[in-house]
Structures are given as C-alpha cells and as structure tokens.
Nanobody, 125 residues
Framework: QLQLVESGGGLVQPGGSLRLSCAAS????????IGWFRQAPGKEREGVSCISSSGSSTNYADSVKGRFTISRDNAKNTVYLQMNSLKPEDTAIYYC??????????????????WGQGTQVTVSS
C-alpha cells in the first residue's frame, strides 16, 4: 500500500528553520514527482514547492523563493523541504503528495494522486 508520511514540523520562532521530511513506504520514489503543499486555517491549500522524479527540475511559490529548498534522496526514499527564515505567515499544515510521472512536476493539487496526513508548522514568538 502506497503511503506518505510527513515529519519534522513543530513550533519555531520567526527567523528560525525547520526541515520537513516526506518518507514513502510501499513504493519507491524513483519515478514519482513530489509536491509540498500547505493549508492555513481558513485558507485554501496552496502549492509550496515541487520536484521532478529525477530531481533535475524544481519549482517554488513566490512566497517561499529564496527561503525554502526542496530536495530528494531516492536511496532513502525521502523528499525534504528545508525551510529557513520562517515567518508567521508560513504557519500551516504541510502536506506532501506524489504522482508517478517523469514529466516536469506541477505545484498544483490536481497533479497528484497520493497524499500524506500532514505535519503542523507553527511560526510564533
């Protein structure tokens, strides 16, 4: 059974950093594009970053460019989201999602067909 599990969320002060992990079980990530999404209370889910199956192509939302970095370690079957210079507006539940494809990843929800349960990120002093 294909499963994605996010971890690494928590409470951090503004300006701090967190690294989220998205671990896959039941399948290998080698041929899957991965996206990170977030949803804040009362807001729609938004795409944060996505990475192609090869890792050669990445995309970021304008709001996180220069602060967040997506990467993947297929040997560990894990995708990461390094988040630096965090702001209160980054507070949300963060989800990872997967789609088996070799085309360029799109950072939109409908592109993906498997989702994790999410991890809470809270940025507050």
């Amino acid at each position: 059974q294909l499963q994605l599990v996010e971890s690494g969320g928590g409470l951090v002060q503004p300006g701090g950093s967190l690294r989220l992990s998205c671990a896959a079980s039941g399948f290998t990530l080698d041929y899957y594009a991965i996206g990170w999404f977030r949803q804040a209370p009362g807001k729609e889910r938004e795409g944060v970053s996505c990475i192609s199956s090869s890792g050669s192509s990445t995309n970021y939302a304008d709001s996180v460019k220069g602060r967040f970095t997506i990467s993947r370690d297929n040997a560990k079957n894990t995708v990461y989201l390094q988040m630096n210079s965090l702001k209160p507006e980054d507070t949300a539940i963060y989800y990872c999602a997967a789609r088996q494809t070799t085309v360029q990843a799109m950072c939109v929800s409908f592109f993906y067909d498997s989702w994790g349960q999410g991890t809470q990120v809270t940025v507050s002093s």
